[in-house]
């Protein structure tokens, strides 16, 4: 999101209005707008799982029923994964019983999206595979079968907030268990679901797509150095990210890793290595339609620091010739004020020493918080894996396609992105020294 979850933009338009809002410092380089100044919030333990509890659908589940997201499941054959779920789950005789079948559909969603964007098995539909966006619209019409669901036995709402955990969780690859081989090194690699959805539905993320492409590859440097590409998807959504979700998901992963890279959506026409991320959320809404400001809550909030910073070497990524797209390391970042009532202050070359945090070289929505987080989590684990943030170019359709859900720009971008991020991922690690 750029700036964000990347700001993962929606493909067309990012108005000047959404760059204000996302606070960003972004590619254009401008000072983040004039905000409400507002005290950091004060941070709380993560809970142990998103809080997803509501009988009625969510407002990401609403969206559902609109044609582009019913001809994005259909034209990639997972129109059926909702309905075959609720089949399974309406035989449930128990909460485990109920898990099973969570546990099996979650995990065969995210299987499925992974082995049709790599070209295994059946398209089962006209889309192209590469699309990240049915693995998205299926996870919701799947969460949205299970808030529905009415069992003939008590499920306490604890428990109905367990499933959907699990749900969430085995969709988006959290719980895939890796594949260890001898002298092959693991490389972390997160990517982000559409977001923006109500300026325009047909949103993709080519972080998600790149993490569908690369999850379970196999990656070789010139030197011969070998690494799997170990992906994860996180939602666009600021309660999951204050329970914990991206510490729960990185936290085995990061031991093993060599490298790891947080990527979303930017705002331009490049790519971006942010050096510095914030502690402060900005508070755009996100696909919830909930905005979030202060803090980013973490489970330690009085050791909490202000800055993180990139170890991915970029220098070196900014002058390889991974792709089509050029690459910039953005140092800038936006200091909170340092009386009440003044106004942010915007540096170029990252925060002064003992400055509080406005908003991230990534700018202050849910991509400066993932690789704010990662690199916190990598630090306090003692860790000196080299990692951090690379922020996409804006995938984009093509100038006179307003309604198609695909065109051949929109294709073209998007394969060259995710073939880019891979090309940046390689020339990481070939940096990387045991």
């Not at 309604?403 to 940046?424: G, H, S």
């Amino acid at each position: 999101m750029h700036r964000g979850p990347a700001r993962t933009s929606a493909p067309a338009l990012l108005t000047a209005s959404v760059l204000a809002l996302s606070a960003c410092a972004g590619s254009s380089g401008t000072a983040a707008p004039p905000v409400t100044v507002a005290s950091p919030a004060v941070a709380s333990a993560p809970a142990t799982a998103p809080v997803l509890t509501a009988d009625s659908p969510t407002a990401e589940e609403r969206r559902l029923d609109g044609k582009v997201p019913q001809e994005l499941l259909r034209r990639s054959g997972f129109h059926a994964v909702a309905p075959d779920f609720a089949r399974e789950l309406g035989g449930s005789e128990g909460y485990e019983s109920a898990e099973r079948a969570v546990v099996r559909h979650g995990t065969a969603l995210w299987r499925r999206a992974v082995d049709r964007a790599q070209g295994r098995g059946a398209a089962g539909g006209d889309l192209p595979r590469d699309d990240d966006r049915p693995l998205y619209w299926a996870r919701l019409a799947m969460a949205r079968e299970l808030r529905a669901w009415k069992p003939d036995f008590t499920l306490p709402s604890d428990e109905q907030a367990r499933l959907l955990d699990r749900l969430e969780r085995t969709s988006r690859g959290h719980e895939a268990q890796p594949v260890i081989s001898p002298g092959v090194d693991h490389v972390v690699l997160t990517g982000f679901d559409p977001f923006s959805l109500d300026r325009e539905i047909r949103t993709s993320n080519p972080s998600g797509a790149a993490a569908l492409a690369l999850d379970g590859t196999e990656i070789t440097t010139p030197d011969g150095r070998r690494a799997r590409v170990e992906a994860v998807l996180f939602p666009v959504r600021w309660d999951d990210f204050a329970a914990g979700e991206v510490e729960r998901a990185l936290r085995t992963r990061l031991p093993r890793a060599s490298l790891f890279a947080t990527v979303s959506q930017g705002g331009s026409d490049r790519f971006d290595v942010e050096r510095f991320n914030g502690a402060r959320r900005g508070g755009m809404p996100d696909n919830l339609t909930v905005g979030r400001q202060g803090l980013a809550p973490v489970d330690d909030p009085g050791a909490q620091p202000q800055w993180t910073e990139t170890s991915l070497p970029y220098e070196t990524l900014a002058a390889a010739r991974t792709g089509r797209f050029p690459v910039r390391v953005n140092t800038a970042v936006v200091e909170a004020p340092a009386k009440d009532g003044g106004d942010p202050v915007r540096r170029t070359n990252g925060p002064a020493p003992g400055s509080r945090a406005w908003s991230g070289s990534g700018g202050d929505y849910l991509s400066n918080e993932i690789a704010y987080r990662a690199t916190l989590l990598r630090d306090r684990l003692g860790l000196s894996i080299p990692g951090g943030h690379l922020h996409t170019p804006v995938l984009e359709f093509g100038p006179r396609n307003a309604t198609a859900a695909t065109d051949p720009v929109f294709l073209r971008n998007r394969a060259d992105i995710v073939r880019q991020v891979r090309e940046l991922l390689r020339t990481a690690l070939g940096t990387v020294t045991d």
